[in-house]
């Protein structure tokens, strides 16, 4: 059961870094990281791509590594202890991520 979650966060990690790399590289906003209605809504595109990347860059990364260890977790040895410090820090970068796009909202939209 938990497998499928370890599975869909490591895919997720993977694609937002790639929609991250493509959005920096084409100047263009990614429907997966902004949402196909409020593209429009930007007033500053280059400057939101700018803003947002970096962080992009580090949820995506933190949700590659989350689910690599719990893959790691759940199919090769028990690691409790990192399991749990990922647990936390996985939450921590979800809030501050939030209250990174909520800022770029209030900036750039």
């Known amino acids: 059961m938990l497998l499928i979650f370890d ?6 990690g993977f694609y937002t870094i790639y929609s991250a790399i493509s959005m920096k590289r084409t100047q263009k906003l990614s429907s997966w990281l902004v949402g196909e209605d409020t593209a429009s809504a930007i007033r500053d595109t280059k400057g939101y791509i700018d803003f947002i990347y970096r962080r992009v860059m ?3 990364a ?7 260890i719990s893959l790691v977790n ?5 690691i409790v202890n990192a399991m749990r410090l ?7 970068v979800c809030v501050w ?3 990174t796009v909520r800022k770029a909202k209030k900036n750039y939209w």
Request: net charge negative; proline share 3%.
């Open 7 to 12: 599975v869909v966060v490591l895919v997720y």
């Open 58 to 60: 580090v949820m995506g």
């Open 62 to 68: 933190m949700a590659v590594l989350f689910g690599i």
């Open 74 to 78: 759940d199919c090769v040895t028990p």
């Open 86 to 92: 990922m647990v936390v820090l996985f939450l921590a």
């Open 97 to 99: 991520f939030y209250l």
